[in-house]
T-cell receptor, first 113, second 112 residues
C-alpha cells in the first residue's frame, strides 16, 4: 500500500488476555517506530527498529510489552496479561532511514475491559 | 528528561483569524523541533520542522521559528481556514536518538 497500515483498527479484549497489533510499514522503509497515545495526550515512544533489530526499546513500559520485526518489514507489538491501563491508541510509523521523515499509520485503538 | 509543553485547547477561531499555538521545550543540547498535525480520521502528518537555532520551518502557510533563548517553537498562521481544523502536536528529537517526544496536542477549531 501507499502508507503505513495498521491492523486491526480497533481491538477490544478482556483484562488478562494476550493481544498482537500489526504494522505494515511503507515498502523499503528500514526504520520503524511504535508509539502509544492515551486519551488527551501526545504519543509516547515505545520502541524503534532499524532493520530487524530493536535499536531503542527504552520506552517499553514493562516486560508485558514486546515487539518483533523478524524480516525487517512487518512488525508486531505483543502485549501479555493486558491491563485496563493499556487501553490507548497504538501508533506505528516508518521512515526511509533514521534521518528522514517518519510517516504514521492511523493506529490501533486497544480497549481492555 | 526531555519534555514539550503546549498551550491547552481547544482553540476556537473564526475563518481568516491569526493563529498562534505556543510550544516550549526542555531538553539538553540542540534538539530538532517539529510540528505534526492530525486531521479528523487521519494519521499524524509532519507539518514543518527546524533543526537548529533561528531556523524557520514553513508549510501550507504555517510558520514556526526555533528560539533557543526562549526554548520555544510557536506555531503561527496569518489567516486560518476551516480546513485547518485539526489537532496540532509539537515534538522534539535528538540526533542519535530518533524517538520523538511529543506535547499533549492542541485542538484547533475554525468556524466559518
Amino acid at each position: 500500500g501507499a502508507g503505513v497500515s495498521q491492523t486491526p483498527s480497533n481491538k477490544v479484549t478482556e483484562k488478562g488476555k494476550y493481544v498482537e497489533l500489526r504494522c505494515d510499514p511503507i515498502s523499503g522503509h528500514t526504520a520503524l517506530y511504535w508509539y502509544r497515545q492515551s486519551l488527551g495526550q501526545g504519543p509516547e515512544f515505545l520502541i524503534y527498529f532499524q532493520g530487524t533489530g530493536a535499536a531503542d526499546d527504552s520506552g517499553l513500559p514493562n516486560d508485558r510489552f514486546f515487539a518483533v520485526r523478524p524480516e525487517g518489514s512487518v512488525s508486531t507489538l505483543k502485549i501479555q496479561r493486558t491491563e485496563r491501563g493499556d487501553s490507548a491508541v497504538y501508533l506505528c510509523a516508518s521512515s526511509k532511514d533514521e534521518n528522514t521523515e517518519a510517516f504514521f499509520g492511523q493506529g490501533t485503538r486497544l480497549t481492555v475491559v | 528528561g526531555d519534555s514539550v509543553t503546549q498551550m491547552e485547547g481547544p482553540v476556537t477561531l473564526s475563518e481568516e483569524a491569526f493563529l498562534t499555538i505556543n510550544c516550549t521545550y526542555t531538553a539538553t543540547g540542540y534538539p530538532s523541533l517539529f510540528w505534526y498535525v492530525q486531521y479528523p480520521g487521519e494519521g499524524l502528518q509532519l507539518l514543518l520542522k527546524a533543526t537548529k537555532a533561528d531556523d524557520k520551518g514553513s508549510n501550507k502557510g504555517f510558520e514556526a521559528t526555533y528560539r533557543k533563548e526562549t526554548t520555544s517553537f510557536h506555531l503561527e498562521k496569518g489567516s486560518v481556514q476551516v480546513s485547518d481544523s485539526a489537532v496540532y502536536f509539537c515534538a522534539l528529537s535528538h540526533t542519535g536518538r530518533r524517538a520523538l517526544t511529543f506535547g499533549s496536542g492542541t485542538r484547533l477549531q475554525v468556524q466559518p
